[in-house]
């Protein structure tokens, strides 16, 4: 993966201001995330075949406009109005979802479970080499047990003796996967952020380190499909 040249009138790398500039987009993206996530959640809710699916599925978005608000009032402790900062990103998480429209409430469900749980890791991937302060903020943004630990139930029960399903949603899922790292990649150059995060100024470390990154991000999703017995 390559990198782009630095916007006119960027900090210049390695700098405080370009570190603080590469949080705020962090906190950008995340944030848009989560209030896409939160209207995703809301609208998948009323398509639930269940009213308990419908009161969980609520639950869930309820979260996610949580962690939006946590990562907003973070950015607001830096002096950043959280529009500001998520409007770059709106129109690559717009065009994702847009790709990635669901069928039908299971895949849906799939597509919350694949594209959440990668950039839930790729996030505390990145934080794991920040300071702690933010390193803190976005574990606990990023915090996914609940929402994982529902949708896998939910979906192991919806799988379970529908082969057709099964091999239906194992498609959607190894398209979701490709998608979402596409997406985080695509993401990182656009804004210069992802190599300054990491804390590599040369290309080439970048490159490795980036690289091994997505192959644990998808070691991971492949775990995640074999935890419902379907094939990455």
């Known amino acids: 993966m390559s990198t782009e040249e630095q916007p006119a009138g960027a900090p210049a790398a390695g700098t405080d201001e370009a570190?603080?500039?590469?949080?705020?987009?962090?906190?950008?993206?995340?944030?848009?995330?989560?209030?896409?996530?939160?209207?995703?959640?809301?609208?998948?809710?009323?398509?639930?075949?269940?009213?308990?699916?419908?009161?969980?599925?609520?639950?869930?978005?309820?979260?996610?406009f949580?962690?939006?608000?946590?990562?907003?009032?973070?950015?607001?402790?830096?002096?950043?109005?959280?529009?500001?900062?998520?409007?770059?990103?709106?129109a690559s998480i717009d065009a994702f979802h847009e790709r990635t429209r669901p069928g039908d409430w299971y895949e849906s469900l799939m597509k919350a479970y694949v594209a959440d749980a990668v950039s839930g890791d790729f996030y505390r991937a990145i934080a794991s080499r920040l300071d702690p302060q933010t390193r803190e903020v976005v574990a606990g943004i990023k915090e996914n047990k609940e929402q994982l630990e529902l949708l896998t139930t939910r979906l192991a029960q919806a799988?379970?003796?529908?082969?057709?399903?099964?091999?239906?949603?194992?498609?959607?899922?190894?398209?979701?996967?490709?998608e979402a790292l596409t997406q985080a990649q695509r993401i990182g150059i656009e804004r210069s952020f992802l190599g300054g995060l990491l804390g590599f100024e040369e290309s080439g470390a970048q490159e490795t380190v980036i690289a091994e990154l997505f192959a644990e991000l998808t070691r991971n999703h492949s775990r995640r499909m074999n935890a419902l017995g379907l094939t990455a």
């Open 66 to 90: 949580e962690h939006f608000e946590m990562v907003s009032a973070e950015l607001a402790r830096m002096g950043v109005d959280v529009q500001t900062a998520m409007l770059p990103f709106q």
């Open 159 to 178: 799988l379970e003796g529908n082969e057709r399903l099964a091999s239906r949603l194992a498609l959607w899922g190894r398209r979701l996967v490709g």
């Open 19 to 64: 570190h603080r500039q590469y949080v705020i987009d962090l906190y950008g993206v995340m944030a848009y995330g989560e209030l896409s996530a939160f209207e995703r959640f809301s609208s998948d809710a009323r398509f639930s075949p269940t009213l308990r699916d419908r009161a969980e599925i609520g639950r869930v978005a309820v979260i996610e």
